[in-house]
């Protein structure tokens, strides 16, 4: 069965500080990994992704993302934070090998961004 | 605007009534997806569509519970007889069916309080 474990509710770092969003996950086969942010009343906004290739990805609003096998974890990063970033952050992945499954949620991490 | 739109935003209704949301996709997106998301959560997968067909349904979603896309575009879920544990936001999210590595997009959502 696929899971993912965002160990920390809540990341706090100051503005222009770096950052770092914590994901691990676990499925039978190889992942695909996602990265998605929910703004307050907001629907979920995809950020990035880990197909294939390079273990480092980057995404939207400066967001990159880590992709470890070994350690099965896929860790988001940003080199300087911007209060703007503060927002709920769900990790999400889908076995490779199970055609046309959903893509399974952890619990989210709040980052908060102080100026 | 182009994105998932969901219908209605807010529903209120009395434990025992039956309540039922629509979902309108991308338009060039053959999948559809319902997930669960209640406070503190991630969301949680319930059904996906590929076109009309109804491929996958998880355990969560239980007999008061059906999803329907009857012409493989808007997809609808009713819940029959409402129970307080069902509040929640009901996500809905399209995706393109070619291989397996799209990310989702999502609406806004529609947030279920049952009294």
């Known amino acids: 069965a696929q899971s993912v474990a965002q160990p920390e509710d809540q990341v706090n770092v100051a503005e222009g500080n770096p950052l770092t969003v914590k994901c691990t996950y676990s499925?039978?086969?190889?992942?695909?990994l996602f990265w998605y942010v929910q703004y307050p009343n907001r629907g979920l906004q995809f950020l990035l992704k880990?197909?294939?290739?390079?273990?480092l990805v980057k995404g939207s609003y400066g967001f990159e993302a880590e992709f470890n096998k070994s350690q099965t974890s896929f860790h988001l990063k940003k080199p300087s934070a911007l209060v703007s970033d503060s927002a709920l952050y769900f990790c999400?992945?889908?076995?490779?090998?199970?055609?046309?499954?959903?893509?399974?949620f952890g619990k989210g991490t709040t980052l908060s961004v102080s100026s | 605007d182009t994105g998932v739109s969901q219908d209605p935003r807010h529903k209120i209704t009395k434990r025992g009534q039956n309540v039922t949301f629509r979902c309108d996709p991308i338009s060039e997106h053959n999948r559809l997806y319902w997930y669960r998301q209640t406070l503190g959560q991630g969301p949680e997968f319930l059904t996906y569509f590929q076109n009309e067909a109804q491929l996958e349904k998880s355990r969560l979603l239980s007999d008061r519970f059906s999803a329907e896309r009857p012409k493989g575009s808007f997809s609808t879920l009713e819940i029959q007889r409402t129970e307080q544990g069902d509040s929640a936001m009901y996500l809905c999210?399209?995706?393109?069916?070619?291989?397996?590595?799209?990310?989702?997009?999502f609406g806004e959502g529609s947030r279920l309080t049952v009294l």
């Open positions: 999400a992945v889908r076995d490779m090998r199970q055609a046309g499954t959903a893509l399974i």
């Open positions: 499925v039978s086969g190889n992942p695909y």
């Open positions: 999210a399209s995706s393109w069916a070619l291989g397996n590595t799209g990310e989702l997009f």
């Open positions: 880990y197909i294939t290739g390079d273990n």
